[in-house]
Nanobody, 115 residues
């Protein structure tokens, strides 16, 4: 079965950095676009970044452009989100996502940016 397991969240000060990881299993990872979303309580889940199957095309939300970088390692079935220059408004639960006919989500990892 498809599984997406995020890790790497935590508490960081404004201006700091974190790298999130998502371990994928149960499907042919190299064949699918992967995405990171985030959600804060009371708001809709929003797309943060997306990367195509071979990693050739990346897409970012305007709010994170120039600060976040999505990447993937198809040999390891991993997708990453490098977050730099973090702001308090980046505080959210971050989810790994893919769609293989239906949607699959990880369990989420909390990122808190606070001094």
């Amino acid at each position: 079965q498809v599984q997406l397991v995020e890790s790497g969240g935590g508490l960081v000060q404004p201006g700091g950095s974190l790298r999130l990881s998502c371990a994928a299993s149960g499907f042919t990872f190299s064949g699918y676009t992967m995405s990171w979303y985030r959600q804060v309580p009371g708001r809709e889940r929003e797309l943060v970044a997306r990367i195509t199957s071979a990693g050739g095309v990346t897409t970012y939300a305007d709010s994170v452009k120039g600060r976040f970088t999505i990447s993937r390692d198809n040999a390891k079935n991993m997708v990453y989100l490098q977050m730099s220059s973090l702001k308090t408004e980046d505080t959210a639960v971050y989810y790994c996502y893919t769609r293989i006919i239906v949607q699959y989500w990880g369990q989420g990892t909390q990122v808190t940016v606070s001094s």
